[in-house]
């Protein structure tokens, strides 16, 4: 299966980049997932779990980020599933994409995701579709929050060289958003 979405956050691209690298940071923004560990290697262990109709998907998995090309503000994530209840797995490849539009940023994610287990029944009728534009919507406005919440650094509280925004070395967890478009 294939989602693809776009959402807009009324920031820099420089901002919203630092945040969406950030996994840890963005995580929280994605209903029904958690951070449990994160390893040395950039791997992230967490839970995901989400209502599908009568039914509820609870996931344990992994999540690292494959590429990371600051110049074209494109970013690429593996997340690896196991249904807690061993009845399938999922795994994804998410890709985002930053472009700066007037007012703030857009992001463009395309997930690829093959789905196994009787959660695989769902994306017939189009509910995983459904429930992924629910939850990307829910990301971008919890995203748009917490950059919003950020405190503006004042001149002389910002050091004269402070780093590029965008340096953060961790992973986007938009990644663990999938969405779509129709």
Not at 127 to 148: H, N, P, Y
Request: glycine share 10%.
């Amino acid at each position: 299966m294939k989602l693809d979405q776009s959402f807009e956050v009324k920031a820099p691209l420089d901002e919203v980049w630092s945040a969406l690298i950030d996994i840890e940071r963005v995580a929280p923004c994605l209903p029904g997932a958690e951070v449990t560990e994160a390893g040395d290697d950039g791997e992230f262990k967490g839970t995901f779990s989400v209502k599908l109709g009568p039914t509820t998907a609870a996931y344990n998995g992994t999540l690292k980020m494959e590429n990371v090309d600051e110049a074209t503000h494109t970013a690429t994530m593996r997340a690896n599933g196991t249904d807690k209840r061993g009845q399938g797995g999922a795994k994804a490849q998410i890709t985002s994409v930053l472009s700066e539009v007037e007012g703030g940023t857009k992001v463009d994610v395309s997930t690829a995701f093959p789905i196994t287990g009787r959660l695989a029944r769902f994306g017939r009728g189009g509910m995983i579709q459904s429930v992924s534009t629910r939850l990307l919507r829910e990301f971008a406005a919890c995203l748009q929050s917490s950059l919003e919440a950020q405190p503006e650094p004042t001149p002389e509280a910002a050091p004269a060289s402070a780093p590029e925004a965008g340096a953060a070395p961790a992973a986007l967890a938009s990644g663990a958003v999938v969405g779509s478009r129709s």
